[in-house]
């Protein structure tokens, strides 16, 4: 997520980041309810930038009424993802909670004018980008280990938007308080809803004279979820470098076969073509992520920003997060989202700013999968995904004689 998206939503004071250990157990008094903890993404290979839209484990959890069960976000605070832990109502299918009119996807914000190149302005409603009640430490807040929010299965109840950094949280506790748990369980499924139903998980309310999960069973089939997506995700961007150089294109990063691994870096990350051939198209084969191709890389580019925040106002000024509260009041606070291309096509020097705006290969959606830019001047030019700041590129212009890549 971009630098400027780490500044999203802190409520409250920042959580202590947990660190250590894939899904370390937390520490639970004799007296205190069970805690479980369900890992969010996890931590990407050294030297690669990995995303991972799962949970750990996403399925085979069972817990009792009563239990404690917290979503942590795994990865470091270098991390480009940002996610959410939805739970749907008993029985209700990831779709449907993914789709629920709880949580509308970019909705018209009717208050403020198109941007050139829209029909309207688009915002993401903070349904999705806030917890469901207010955070521990205020009235009726809930959501730490110690003040868990209940769920009693009635609605759906989102943790808001987790990541380490600058989100409100890097972890959310429920506790199951449901009225009666039948002699066959109730499936309780989640799904996080900036990334749809590919990242899904489910556990299952249990009878109290049945065996529940432990923390060590969850730990260990984490890891073995995990172990072979690290070979799934090497052998994607394997294949994804043939591909750029069969086609003489750049990929916007790629995915392996079930989507929930995201190889989130430039391919290749330096590219080099000579000056009378110095048109560069990158292509996003992701079925399952957006990106976006913007120089140059850095705040030099904090104009084209496909994800702004202000506060409502007239008119609408840059956000501010006053003692930690985004706009010093939240319900005036508003996450825009401008998809379209924005400043040059043609980058002719290292300050050049332009962006091809979203681009992605999702069906449904209208973003074109591609995208291409000019250089006609000989440099070396810096860009990054201004959705996820560490995945950045070059691209080398050289003279008539030189060799491209």
Avoid at 201 to 223: C, D, H, K, W, Y
Avoid at 360 to 382: A, L
Wanted: glycine share 12%; proline share 10%; hydrophobic share 30%.
């Amino acid at each position: 997520m971009s630098g400027r998206a780490r500044t999203l939503v802190t409520w409250s004071a920042l959580p202590t980041l947990v660190m250590g250990l894939l899904l370390g157990t937390l520490p639970v008094a004799a007296d205190e309810s069970r805690s479980l903890v369900i890992g969010v993404d996890n931590n990407s290979p050294s030297g690669e930038n990995f995303g991972f839209l799962d949970y750990y484990p996403r399925a085979g959890v069972k817990v009792h009424n009563g239990d404690v069960v917290g979503f942590r976000f795994t990865p470091p605070p270098t991390s480009d993802e940002i996610h959410t832990a939805t739970l749907g109502t008993p029985g209700e299918s990831a779709v449907g909670i993914f789709t629920s009119p709880k949580y509308p996807q970019p909705i018209v914000d009717g208050d403020d004018p198109a941007p050139a190149g829209l029909p309207a302005q688009f915002q993401f409603p903070n349904s999705i980008l806030f917890p469901s009640s207010p955070p521990a430490g205020a009235p009726g807040g809930c959501g730490t280990q110690a003040q868990p929010c209940s769920y009693d299965g009635s609605t759906e109840i989102n943790t808001g938007i987790l990541c380490h950094g600058a989100c409100a949280n890097s972890e959310y506790f429920f506790k199951i308080d449901v009225a009666s748990v039948p002699s066959g369980g109730l499936t309780v499924n989640y799904v996080c809803l900036i990334h749809g139903p590919t990242m899904q998980g489910s556990l299952q309310i249990v009878p109290a004279e049945r065996e529940a999960s432990t923390q060590n069973r969850l730990n260990a089939a984490a890891r073995a979820q995990y172990e072979p997506q690290i070979d799934r995700g090497f052998d994607a961007k394997a294949a994804a470098l043939k591909r750029a150089r069969k086609t003489g294109t750049v990929l916007a990063g790629t995915e392996d076969s079930t989507g929930n691994v995201q190889v989130l870096e430039m391919l290749p990350r330096s590219f080099k073509v000579k000056k009378d051939t110095s048109s560069v198209r990158w292509v996003s084969p992701s079925i399952n992520e957006i990106h976006t191709v913007t120089f140059p890389q850095g705040s030099g580019s904090n104009g084209v920003d496909p994800f702004p925040f202000v506060c409502e106002g007239s008119p609408d000024t840059p956000a501010t997060f006053p003692g930690g509260v985004p706009c010093g009041n939240p319900n005036i606070f508003e996450f825009h989202f401008d998809p379209q291309p924005q400043g040059a096509t043609t980058i002719s020097t290292t300050s050049t700013v332009g962006s091809s705006g979203v681009i992605g290969s999702i069906p449904g959606t209208p973003f074109p999968p591609s995208y291409s830019f000019n250089f006609p001047n000989p440099g070396t030019f810096t860009y990054q995904c201004r959705i996820h700041d560490h995945m950045t590129g070059t691209i080398t212009v050289g003279r008539e004689d030189d060799e491209g890549e």
